[in-house]
């Protein structure tokens, strides 16, 4: 019997320490590379979801302002035809709606509309409160007036991946 091959066939199975350190060192370099990418990733998901949120939001006040400027809802002359608050976007508004029977009458019809389904969640903050800004604020007020509710923006003080802070977006 050959004494090479019964000293392989006898040797335990298994990893060298050097075979264990290469595999580590890999695993190390892949995951110090991959964190950042998928910290970015994570990132930009937010950011996407914080720009579909915000244009939900302002559609909605856009909306109702439409209906108060064209006398479809009651609005306080103070309002400047914006909703009060977020809530009544979500709980809706009374509209006047005309409606023709078969007969080729008109007859007025209340309708109530809504303007969200529910009022978003703020993805940067991971919470509804929202800051708001009214009317009769000043464009670089952070505190809202209360009179009504003209635009909304995130309260997180954190900076987009392009550099501007998400409070001004």
């Known amino acids: 019997m050959d004494s090479s091959r019964s000293i392989r066939e006898r040797r335990p199975k298994g990893f060298t320490l050097l075979e264990m350190v290469v595999t580590l060192s890999i695993l190390a370099l892949l995951t110090v590379?991959?964190?950042?990418?998928?910290?970015?990733?994570?990132?930009?998901?937010?950011?996407?979801?914080?720009?579909?949120?915000?244009?939900?939001?302002?559609?909605?006040?856009?909306d109702y302002k439409k209906l108060a400027d064209e006398k479809k809802i009651k609005v306080e002359p103070e309002s400047f035809g914006y909703p009060p608050d977020l809530e009544t976007l979500v709980r809706g508004v009374e509209v006047e709606q005309d409606i023709s029977d078969q007969s080729g009458r008109?007859?007025?019809?209340?309708?109530?509309?809504?303007?969200?389904r529910k009022i978003p969640?703020?993805?940067?903050?991971?919470?509804?409160?929202?800051?708001?800004?009214?009317y009769q604020d000043?464009?670089?007020?952070?505190?809202?007036?209360?009179?009504?509710?003209?635009?909304?923006?995130?309260r997180s003080q954190a900076r987009a991946l392009d550099g501007t802070k998400y409070s001004d977006w």
């Open 33 to 62: 590379v991959a964190v950042p990418v998928i910290e970015t990733s994570v990132k930009r998901e937010k950011e996407i979801k914080l720009q579909q949120n915000l244009r939900m939001i302002r559609q909605a006040i856009d």
């Open 121 to 134: 969640l703020d993805p940067m903050t991971n919470s509804y409160d929202w800051g708001l800004r009214s």
């Open 138 to 154: 000043k464009p670089d007020s952070d505190s809202w007036g209360g009179e009504n509710v003209y635009d909304v923006y995130t």
């Open 106 to 116: 008109k007859t007025s019809k209340k309708v109530l509309v809504r303007f969200l």
